[in-house]
Antibody
C-alpha cells in the first residue's frame, strides 16, 4: 500500500535550521509531486510548498520563500524539507503528502505520519 | 490568496444525526475542493476530492457537493468513529489553502 514515512521529532534552538525527510513507498517516486504542510499546536493546516519529484522544481508559499528549501534524492526515493532561521512560531508538526492530480482535480493522499519540530532555547 | 471559510467551527451531534459542514471560498474554485478528516494526534485523511468524489475506502455516509464558491460536506448518519476535525482545502491556485476546520463531537 502507499505510505509516506517521515523522520523523527526534532528540537532546535532559535536561529537554527531543521531538515525533515519523507520516504514514500508503494508507488514510483517520480510519478507524483510531494507537498509539505505544517500544523502549529492546536491550530489548523498550513501549506508550505511542493516539489516535483521528477524534475526537482519547487514552489513555496510566499511567507516561506527564502527560508524553505525542498529537495529530493531519486536514488533513495526520498524528499526533504529544510527550514532555516527558526523561531518559536515554527514549532509545529510538519507533514508531507503525495500530490495526486487528474483532469478532475488535485488533492493530497496519503499523508506522512508527521514530524514534530520544537523550537526552544 | 484564496481564503477558505468553514462553518460551524464546532458542533456536537448524536449518533444517527445528519451533519452538514459548509465551506466558502473567497473566489470561484470551480470544483477544486477537497475534504479531510483529522483525528487527534493523527495525520489528515482524504475523504472527498474534486468536491464530490468519494475517496476509495471512505464510507458512503460521507458526501460532498457544491461548485464555484460554496461547498458542503454531509455525513448522512453520524457514527461514533466520525469524531475529529474536518478541513476543506482548495487546489485551484497557489498557495493551496485550508479552511479553519470544524470540530465534530459525538454527544
Amino acid at each position: 500500500q502507499v505510505q509516506l514515512v517521515q523522520s523523527g521529532a526534532e528540537v532546535k534552538n532559535p536561529g537554527a535550521s531543521v531538515k525533515v525527510s519523507c520516504r514514500p513507498s508503494g508507488y514510483t517516486f517520480t510519478d507524483y509531486w510531494i507537498h509539505w504542510m505544517r500544523q502549529a499546536p492546536g491550530r489548523g493546516l498550513e501549506w508550505v510548498g511542493w516539489i516535483n519529484s521528477k524534475t526537482g522544481g519547487t514552489t513555496s508559499a510566499q511567507k516561506f520563500q527564502g527560508r524553505v528549501t525542498m529537495t529530493r534524492d531519486t536514488s533513495i526515493s526520498t524528499a526533504y524539507m529544510e527550514l532555516s532561521s527558526l523561531t518559536s512560531d515554527d514549532t509545529a508538526v510538519y507533514y508531507c503528502a503525495r500530490g495526486v492530480a487528474d483532469t478532475g482535480g488535485r488533492w493530497f493522499d496519503p499523508w506522512g505520519q508527521g514530524t514534530l519540530v520544537t523550537v526552544s532555547s | 490568496d484564496i481564503q477558505m471559510t468553514q462553518s460551524p467551527s464546532s458542533l456536537s451531534a448524536s449518533v444517527g444525526d445528519r451533519v452538514t459542514i459548509t465551506c466558502r471560498a473567497s473566489q470561484s474554485i470551480i470544483t477544486y475542493l477537497n475534504w479531510y478528516q483529522q483525528k487527534p494526534g493523527k495525520a489528515p485523511k482524504l475523504l472527498i476530492y474534486a468536491a464530490s468524489s468519494l475517496q476509495s475506502g471512505v464510507p458512503s455516509r460521507f458526501s460532498g457537493s457544491g461548485s464555484g464558491t460554496d461547498f458542503t460536506l454531509t455525513i448522512s448518519s453520524l457514527q461514533p468513529e466520525d469524531y475529529g476535525t474536518y478541513y476543506c482545502q482548495q487546489s485551484s491556485s497557489v498557495p493551496r489553502t485550508f479552511g479553519g476546520g470544524t470540530r465534530v463531537e459525538i454527544k
